[in-house]
């Protein structure tokens, strides 16, 4: 069974585990519910299924399609009802309490107010709304039992044209709840370099920014996020698998770029059920996680989108553990990774691996233990 080989986590320690979060989108992880009671509110009458539970499948289904495109057009119905000061308070609140209740102890979680602007808001108004409701959801937690901290990250659509007004958005809200800037949307004809005012204009500012790249398309997309772009994360980054060979005797042999990456540390946001939907990878087993982690990156795992790929941060653990039998220690140094990528300040990094990600971790990899004592004491106890 299991809970009895020292290590391996069970589903429970999984959910109990503190878990670091780096890439997750607002927009990709409201509540079912939640969407039909705001569609409600708001008068939005095209969606496609108005009970909470077939919604929730139906959101699966439609971005199971094998192509990002496709995917990415779901998020059409969410940010439908994402327009108004409450409704994105509510999102954001409720983000936060279910990251929280999923034993996620820090999370960076990214919109693009840019898409929030239909009912009138500014792009100040958005960022507000969704810091409160984030200092909110904080606040619920805490009353349940759970610790969370939660940074938001702009994003900026990589089809249109206000990357440079977004990254200025970022920057005047760096010290009030946003840690950082992103790019999104459709990648292949879209190439990051197309906004590169923007990232200069970040770095300038001694800014953090991710890209997402080397999710639909390859090394060129990677490479040009970070030689060109200068990103300190890659949101996915998978495909730097396509500059890794294998030979038939294991040898191992790392392309430049992808010795790059792995030499300076470059954390790749990791997303795997996202990828087997959007067919950047075909399984689990197949999913270049294992190869990454094996080759020592700096491999983080994330959600993306929980709505999308009915996934939260246990789920994700959950199947790694099933296919690379993944242990305690193999989750720590996924968490202890992600952690050390964060876009908050060095000293606040340190403070939650060493206070809060390690004390965790030693607690739940002393249970066997206690648990075996336990078998030990009644079973002694039959023979006395
Ligand atoms: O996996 C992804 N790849 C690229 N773009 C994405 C992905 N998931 C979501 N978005 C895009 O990011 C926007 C802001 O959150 C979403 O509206 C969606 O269009
Ligand atoms: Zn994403």
């Known amino acids: 069974m299991k809970s009895e080989t020292p290590g391996v986590p069970t589903p429970d320690q999984i959910k109990r585990a503190p878990k670091v979060l780096l890439h997750d989108h607002l927009d990709g992880g409201l509540r079912p519910a939640t969407i039909v009671e705001l569609a409600r509110e708001c008068g939005y009458g095209q969606l496609p299924e108005s009970d909470p539970e077939k919604l929730g499948l139906w959101f699966r289904d439609a971005a199971d399609s094998g192509s990002l495109e496709r995917y990415l057009e779901t998020f059409d119905h969410t940010c439908a009802v994402m327009q108004t000061r409450d409704a994105l308070f509510r ?21 693009a107010p840019e898409q929030h602007l239909t009912a009138g808001l500014t792009l100040e108004e958005v960022v507000e709304a969704v810091n409160e409701g984030f200092r909110e959801g904080e606040r619920r937690a805490l009353a349940a039992g759970d610790r969370i901290r939660v940074g938001a990250l702009l994003t900026a659509m990589r089809h249109a044209a206000r990357a440079l007004e977004i990254a200025e958005l970022a920057n005047r809200y760096r010290d009030n ?6 790019i999104a949307g459709a990648e292949a004809g879209h190439p990051p370099t197309r906004h590169l005012d923007a990232f200069e204009y970040l770095k300038r500012e001694n800014n953090h920014f991710t890209i997402h790249a080397g999710e639909a398309f390859g090394l060129p997309s990677i490479w040009q996020a970070l030689q060109w772009c200068g990103a300190d994360r890659l949101g996915h980054g998978v495909r730097i698998i396509d500059d890794i060979d294998v030979a038939d005797d294991g040898t191992v042999t790392l392309g430049r770029l992808a010795a790059y990456v792995r030499d300076k540390r470059i954390p790749l946001e990791l997303c795997p059920s996202s990828n087997l939907q959007t067919g950047a990878a075909a399984s689990y087993a197949e999913h270049p996680i294992g190869l990454l982690r094996r080759l020592h990156f700096r491999a983080t795992v994330n959600t993306d989108n929980r709505l999308m790929s009915g996934t939260s941060m246990s789920r994700e653990f959950e199947h790694l553990v099933d296919t690379f039998h993944y242990t305690l220690d193999d989750m720590q140094w996924f968490t202890v990774n992600a952690m050390k990528s964060a876009f908050i300040p060095f000293d606040e990094r340190l403070a939650m691996i060493n206070d809060v990600v390690k004390p965790g971790y030693a607690e739940l990899k002393a249970e066997w233990l206690f648990r075996q004592t336990a078998v030990t004491s009644e079973s002694s106890a039959a023979h006395s």
């Open 91 to 111: 999102v954001a609140a409720e983000c936060a309490e279910d990251l929280a209740a999923d034993g996620v102890v820090y999370a960076e979680v990214r919109y």
């Open 177 to 182: 709840g946003v840690v950082g800037f992103d």
